[in-house]
């Protein structure tokens, strides 16, 4: 496994990229209420990220059809957009990516829609704070199997469950790079596998399942649930290790 490390130049570029992004994603949090249609947040997303002077990455990538993955209640990634609008009590995770000048920025959010339950707001909380956990978790010289251990225990203490079988990754000037790095141990041991060092830059996702995280893929190759069939949360930041610390890039 080839990690790459980035230079201060890279970084900066990065960071850029992610900036676009977590403009979208602050903007949709007054956005987004009921009767707001999926493609409407989609268009939105695309008008954003074009008129920073990006391009939107998730768009045509492995065929995806849309600038951004809308995802809602017991969809858990890579909903595809439709007229569906928004109802009072939904709660909808938007993923997105832009590409500017060759390099990557990618982020994600759940949302509520109006009044929500406690229930979903104990979901979304459970992927913000588990996202925020590893952030102030991770260190230099660490190996990533010690994070993604660190996730699974957050989730499972929370009384929620990891989606299996997708991750976090790195990300530079390709939208996926080296390493995965999923929210739950794979194997035994969490002192395996790369390690952590500066200048790497990567994303954190937790997908937060209830209590069967199977993934499910839909019959449009992309839509993603949960085998429970119980409703979801994602949150994601991209980080830079920078002088042995941690940045997020993908916030204002």
């Given at each position: 496994m080839s990690i790459p490390i980035k230079t201060?130049?890279?970084?900066?570029?990065?960071?850029?990229?992610?900036?676009?992004?977590?403009?979208?994603?602050?903007?949709?949090?007054?956005?987004?209420?009921?009767?707001?249609?999926?493609?409407?947040?989609?268009?939105?997303?695309e008008d954003m990220i074009k008129n920073a002077g990006a391009k939107?990455?998730?768009?045509?990538?492995?065929?995806?059809?849309?600038?951004?993955?809308?995802?809602?209640?017991?969809?858990?990634i890579h909903g595809i957009p439709n007229e569906y609008k928004l109802q009072d009590g939904d709660i909808v995770s938007v993923d997105i990516g832009a590409n500017l000048n060759g390099y990557f920025g990618d982020s994600a959010r759940t949302y509520p829609v109006g009044q929500i339950s406690k229930d979903d707001e104990n979901l979304i909380a459970c992927s913000k704070d588990a996202l925020y956990h590893a952030i102030d978790f991770i260190k230099v010289g660490m190996h990533f199997k010690e994070v993604c251990n660190e996730l699974e225990q957050f989730i499972l203490n929370r009384g929620f469950v990891p989606l299996r079988g997708f991750c976090g990754h790195g990300i530079g000037k390709r939208p996926h790079e080296e390493p995965e790095i999923p929210n739950y141990l794979e194997g035994n041991n969490p002192k395996a596998g790369p390690k952590i060092r500066n200048n790497m830059v990567f994303c954190i996702e937790p997908m937060i399942c209830q209590k069967d995280g199977t993934p499910v893929i839909g019959e449009d190759k992309w839509t993603t649930t949960a085998k429970d069939g119980l409703r979801t949360a994602h949150y994601e930041h991209c980080l830079a290790i920078v002088n042995n610390k941690v940045e997020i890039l993908s916030k204002v």
């Open positions: 201060a130049k890279d970084i900066e570029h990065l960071r850029v990229a992610n900036q676009i992004v977590a403009r979208v994603l602050d903007f949709l949090h007054d956005f987004i209420k009921p009767g707001i249609s999926l493609l409407e947040i989609d268009q939105i997303c939107p990455a998730f768009k045509g990538l492995y065929g995806f059809p849309n600038t951004a993955c809308v995802s809602v209640n017991e969809v858990i």
